[in-house]
């Protein structure tokens, strides 16, 4: 239908309408009305249309009817300043009428008048609609019968019901919308989310700015959820809904996930709510809508599974090096048949585990160097003794953890048997790094000027703890010289994060 | 009882080498035959499929990064009975394998004894 066809039909409709309507402009001239507003205001169109309305109905000279065209201006004004319907339950107003010889007099009329808002697509209020009701014959009989000596039937039901009750409409119509608008007010402001869905498709009839930015400020009003959040169809949300709408009972989440599109086109966001859906019930206790409260704990949630995830990968770690540890005991144990012995072997290999830690620690655990590494592991014996030749290695911190006790072991057998046993041995460590698409580190550990080499006899704790770690924790290979002139091992490591661990 | 124990073929599937001597050594306390030890998942598969005879598996849960399942799964396909060894505690398992035998970091010889007998008992049942 073309809207020319449509605004003609409108038009048709509001004349034809037996209740009185007119329109008044925001400077309070006449506008438009229908045909039954100029049946009961006794006028002809032509005379009241671009007509100030309170030129055209002075209500006469009486203080009344200047205090009734206040009531009447005031409402208008409260339409126009706060922008929202006003009521007028009972007005008394005078309307001219023809006299019993043809000439006009004013004749007292009661009405009973809502004003309402009419804006144009930007917003702006352009109109005010009223819409009365004449409710004189009404109110004269109430009067006659509050008159009357004898008390009747009558006066105590109109009075005591409908007309006094009109009075009081007004005024509780206005503390009542106070009272809405201060719920709605505080709705809109809760940090919370909150809406009010209607009916049994759950239409959006209202939500607030927090629900707003749970959902990417979509447009919802007046859509069925699974029309307005295509995405939670299928997320047990809507099952919810139909069951408190179905059972009258309320659902609460708790730390529930959703999955929401917030961004258009973006991918869907995984949330967590806590929330209430709460039956909403009309008079007769019948469900007619669900209210929707509850807030984002998105953060709560995330913060507690990370403190979880980090006190269990704590955990692992403390229990994987209580493990090291134990084995570093039970082999030292094997080799060591005196205490003392023992507890030398024992306290050395903690503490080169323990230097490799301080230096992971140093860098938060994103790895070490391995000039620092081979550094620590080797000072003790003297640093003008260990030559130490090679660029800038960054090792991971698994890598730089198995090389530390690789050094430590390499070093100790030095100071034993090797080059570091006597005076004017030295040790010569070079490494480079090969093929910069997949490195591979090459390390020879050279010992020169030490006693004659023997090899040993059975291999011990400590070179199976080098060659176990160079191959099981580091993919990588080691050969191990035993030649008289001097011990030497030869590393071949990749350094492409295919270390273990 | 250990006799159960004797001769007996268990795998390894361990990344630290350290950890995986000191189960070694238990294991060779025991009169057993460590075979690895595997110190990734992929390596665990291969010792697990190869066709060698395998009588039980010690596994870490995590291996190199990556969870030891695949591994478990290969092994209850050929009926070998195994045993988890877990830094996480029994909450480290998933529901499919929780209640399974399960050895605590850091082990005790009789813990590793005593799972081991559990997981090839009921593999015996």
Redesign the interface.
């Known amino acids: 239908m073309k809207s020319g066809a449509l605004d003609a039909e409108l038009a048709a409709a509001f004349e034809a309408s037996p209740n009185p309507y007119m329109l008044l402009t925001p400077d309070l001239r006449y506008a438009g009305m229908n045909a039954a507003y100029l049946a009961a205001v006794g006028a002809r169109r032509e005379d009241l249309l671009g007509r100030p309305i309170f030129e055209v109905f002075d209500s006469g000279p009486t203080e009344d009817g200047r205090a009734n065209a206040r009531q009447l201006r005031a409402s208008f004004e409260r339409v126009l300043r706060e922008g929202r319907r006003d009521h007028l339950a009972l007005i008394r107003y005078a309307m001219p009428a023809a006299g019993p010889d043809g000439e006009t007099v004013l004749q007292e009329r009661f009405w009973s008048a809502t004003h309402t808002p009419i804006r144009d697509a930007s917003g702006r209020i352009i109109y005010i609609l009223q819409h009365t009701t004449d409710i004189t014959e009404l109110e004269q009989l109430r009067r006659r019968a509050a008159g009357a000596d004898r008390k009747r039937a009558i006066d105590s039901i109109l009075s005591g019901n409908v007309l006094q009750r009109a009075e009081h409409v007004q005024q509780a119509n206005r503390e009542l919308e106070t009272e809405r608008n201060r719920l709605l007010e505080m709705f809109m402001q809760a940090p919370g989310f909150v809406a009010v869905l209607s009916g049994p498709d759950h239409v959006f009839q209202m939500y607030n700015p927090a629900y707003a930015q749970l959902i990417g400020h979509r447009d919802l009003a007046g859509k069925p959820v699974r029309e307005a959040l295509p995405e939670v169809v299928g997320q047990a949300y809507i099952g919810l809904l139909d069951a408190v709408y179905a059972t009258g009972e309320p659902h609460e989440g708790r730390a529930s996930r959703v999955e929401l599109q917030r961004t258009p086109d973006g991918p869907l966001e995984t949330v967590w709510l806590d929330f209430i859906y709460q039956p909403i019930r009309d008079d007769s206790r019948n469900v007619v809508g669900i209210f929707v409260q509850g807030h984002d704990v998105t953060e709560t949630v995330l913060s507690t599974e990370r403190q979880k995830l980090m006190i269990?990968e704590l955990?692992?770690?403390?229990?994987?090096t209580?493990?090291?540890?134990?084995?570093?005991a039970?082999?030292t144990a094997?080799t060591h048949r005196d205490p003392v012995g023992f507890a030398e072997s024992f306290q050395a290999r903690l503490l080169a585990l323990s230097h490799t830690h301080d230096l992971l620690t140093r860098s938060h655990w994103e790895g070490a160097d391995l000039r620092d590494v081979l550094e620590h592991e080797t000072k003790a014996h003297g640093p003008h003794r260990i030559s130490l030749v090679g660029p800038p290695v960054a090792l991971e911190p698994a890598a730089a953890l198995?090389l530390g006790?690789v050094f430590h072991e390499l070093a100790t057998n030095a100071a034993k048997y090797g080059a570091l046993s006597v005076p004017e041995g030295r040790v010569l460590v070079d490494w480079g790094v090969s093929d910069q698409t997949s490195p591979v580190l090459r390390l020879a550990w050279r010992e020169v000027g030490g006693p004659p080499v023997q090899a040993p006899e059975r291999r011990g704790f400590g070179s199976?703890?080098i060659e176990?770690?160079v191959?099981?924790?580091l993919?990588g290979v080691v050969e191990l010289d035993y030649a008289q002139s001097g011990f030497s091992a030869e590393f071949s490591i990749p350094l492409d994060g295919r270390s273990?661990? | 009882m250990s006799e159960t124990l004797t001769g007996r073929r268990i795998l390894v599937v361990e990344d630290e080498s350290l950890v995986a001597m000191l189960l070694e050594t238990i294991l060779e306390d025991m009169g057993c035959t460590p075979v690895g030890p595997a110190a990734t998942v992929e390596d665990g598969l291969g010792f697990a499929t190869d066709g060698e005879r395998l009588d039980a598996a010690l596994l870490d849960v995590n291996v190199a990064g990556r969870q030891v399942f695949p591994v478990a799964d290969a092994l209850k396909a050929a009926g070998v009975p195994f045993v988890f060894s877990t830094g996480y505690g029994e909450g480290g398992l998933p529901d499919e394998w929780r209640g399974h035998a399960t050895i605590q970091k850091p082990f005790t010889e009789a813990a590793v004894r005593d799972a081991l007998m559990k997981a090839m008992g009921q593999a015996n049942v």
Do not use: F, P, W
């Open positions: 269990d955990n692992h770690r403390v229990k994987n209580l493990a090291t540890v134990q084995s570093i039970m082999q094997r198995s006790m199976r703890l176990r770690n191959h099981h924790d993919a273990r661990q």
